[in-house]
């Protein structure tokens, strides 16, 4: 039974990847199917309506906003010069780069991603803007490559919905933080049930709809990870946002799954929350 399920696990990961590196290649978002931005909005327009600030993102590697994120968590971190930062699922590189900016020449951020697409972008837009602060590394958040007790603070954008294991990830948190490090995280948490046929859709799961935990079940995981300290910092209607936003993706998702917007609207939050190591 176990091996059946892990399996089933590998799979979706598998898919995931595959999704991802056709996103990093196409430099389009994970709303659905299409090689285009969600509906009529730019990967700007969506990563400003959850809190980044247009100034921010111009100064960002022209392509490494792919409008991929829930929230914008960089911002909530209080980031020091010297620090080292680790990115959870970095993607192109953005929350990377602007957290390099933050941490100045003395200190490093490290991102990790598994899909070797996202990793060659990211990779490239370091170059592009002379990143000497970042790098970037292949790995799953289960099994970080990163060593024990070595990071500040730590950091992830709509990533840890995607992975099956998400105690294996809060673990892998607590692990790699310094006594007393930080992380803040944005993620997608359920108040309340999807439609069966919106959870098994593969691309809601890519987008970050499907697959997502019970609040209280997510938050479970990171106290039982031994991270206390817990604050809600930010916490909206993430269904609404993508329909705003992306309206024409939104609408073949509900034709997709049989579904309406009110099956979707105030159950799929985005939440951005920050927790503490104990020191």
Same mark, same amino acid.
């Given at each position: 039974?176990?091996?059946? *399920?892990?399996?089933?696990?590998?799979?979706?990961? !598998?898919?995931?990847?595959?999704?991802?590196?056709?996103?990093?290649?196409?430099?389009? @978002?994970?709303?659905?199917?299409?090689? @285009? @931005?969600?509906?009529?909005?730019?990967?700007?327009?969506?990563?400003?309506?959850?809190?980044?600030?247009?100034? %921010?993102?111009?100064?960002?590697?022209?392509?490494?906003?792919?409008?991929?994120?829930?929230?914008?968590? =960089?911002?909530?971190?209080?980031?020091?010069?010297?620090? @080292?930062?680790?990115? $959870?699922?970095?993607? !192109?590189? $953005?929350?990377?780069?602007?957290?390099?900016?933050?941490?100045?020449? #003395?200190?490093?951020? =490290?991102?990790?991603?598994?899909?070797?697409?996202?990793?060659?972008?990211?990779? +490239? #837009?370091?170059?592009?803007?002379?990143?000497? &602060?970042?790098?970037?590394?292949?790995?799953?958040?289960?099994?970080?490559?990163?060593?024990?007790?070595?990071?500040?603070?730590?950091?992830? #954008?709509? *990533?840890? &919905? $995607?992975?099956?294991?998400?105690? %294996?990830?809060?673990?892998?948190? +607590?692990?790699?933080?310094?006594?007393?490090?930080? $992380?803040?995280?944005?993620?997608?948490?359920?108040?309340?049930?999807?439609?069966?046929?919106?959870?098994?859709?593969?691309?809601?799961?890519?987008?970050?709809?499907?697959?997502?935990?019970?609040? +209280? !079940?997510?938050?479970? /995981?990171?106290?039982?990870?031994?991270?206390?300290?817990?604050? /809600?910092?930010?916490?909206?209607?993430?269904?609404?946002?993508?329909?705003?936003?992306?309206? +024409?993706? %939104?609408?073949?998702?509900?034709?997709?799954?049989?579904?309406?917007?009110?099956? =979707?609207?105030?159950?799929?939050?985005?939440?951005?929350?920050?927790?503490?190591?104990?020191?």
């Amino acid at each position: 039974m176990e091996s059946t *399920v892990a399996s089933k696990e590998e799979a979706l990961v !598998a898919k995931v990847r595959e999704k991802y590196g056709q996103i990093a290649s196409a430099g389009s @978002t994970c709303c659905g199917p299409t090689a @285009t @931005t969600c509906g009529t909005a730019s990967a700007g327009v969506m990563s400003q309506s959850l809190g980044y600030e247009a100034g %921010a993102l111009e100064a960002a590697p022209e392509g490494a906003d792919l409008g991929l994120g829930c929230g914008a968590p =960089i911002g909530h971190l209080d980031l020091q010069p010297g620090e @080292t930062v680790l990115d $959870l699922g970095s993607g !192109a590189g $953005l929350d990377a780069f602007l957290a390099a900016q933050q941490v100045g020449e #003395n200190g490093r951020v =490290i991102g990790v991603d598994m899909t070797p697409e996202m990793l060659s972008r990211a990779r +490239a #837009n370091a170059q592009k803007i002379g990143a000497g &602060n970042v790098e970037f590394r292949e790995g799953r958040l289960e099994a970080l490559p990163v060593a024990d007790a070595s990071v500040d603070a730590v950091t992830s #954008n709509c *990533v840890i &919905n $995607l992975v099956p294991d998400k105690a %294996a990830v809060f673990r892998e948190i +607590a692990r790699v933080l310094k006594p007393g490090g930080r $992380l803040v995280i944005s993620d997608i948490i359920l108040d309340g049930r999807l439609p069966e046929a919106i959870e098994q859709d593969l691309y809601a799961y890519v987008g970050c709809v499907a697959g997502a935990l019970q609040r +209280a !079940a997510y938050f479970d /995981l990171i106290e039982a990870a031994g991270l206390g300290l817990i604050e /809600l910092l930010k916490d909206i209607d993430y269904g609404a946002v993508v329909m705003d936003t992306a309206p +024409a993706e %939104a609408q073949r998702l509900f034709e997709r799954a049989d579904a309406s917007q009110e099956d =979707i609207v105030g159950r799929v939050r985005s939440v951005t929350f920050r927790a503490v190591k104990p020191a």
